[in-house]
Nanobody, 126 residues
Framework: QVQLVESGGGLVQAGGSLRLSCAAS????????MGWFRQAPGKEREFVAA????????DYAASVKGRFTISRDNAKNTLYLQMNSLKPEDTAVYYC???????????????????WGKGTLVTVSS
């Protein structure tokens, strides 16, 4: 299995930017479809963005579309999330996840995703 470690979180003012990274180790990173998810205090975890193993397909939650960009570098075994125009409601712990199936990543991830990082906290102040 692949092991995932997120980094890049922190405190930022509204309107600012952050770039999250997810470093993968273990099995071949390029075999996996990848995604970002987040969980705000007192709320359920939610889908943020997904990217296919080739990088050729991406999907975004409506709440972040146009502001966030997911990307990956298979040579560096790293997944990224560029977050621009951040809002206080983006405050959450952000997790990366891996799965062999893209449809699982974007549709039935709640019951089927098992490979998660431990998360990185993003706090956006108003």
């Amino acid at each position: 299995q692949v092991q995932l470690v997120e980094s890049g979180g922190g405190l930022v003012q509204a309107g600012g930017s952050l770039r999250l990274s997810c470093a993968a180790s273990g099995r071949t990173f390029s075999n996996y479809e990848m995604g970002w998810f987040r969980q705000a205090p007192g709320k359920e975890r939610e889908f943020v963005a997904a990217i296919s193993w080739t990088g050729g397909r991406t999907d975004y939650a409506a709440s972040v579309k146009g502001r966030f960009t997911i990307s990956r570098d298979n040579a560096k075994n790293t997944l990224y999330l560029q977050m621009n125009s951040l809002k206080p409601e983006d405050t959450a712990v952000y997790y990366c996840a891996a799965h062999m199936s893209y449809s699982t990543m974007i549709i039935n991830w709640r019951t089927s995703l098992e490979l998660w990082g431990k998360g990185t906290l993003v706090t956006v102040s108003s």
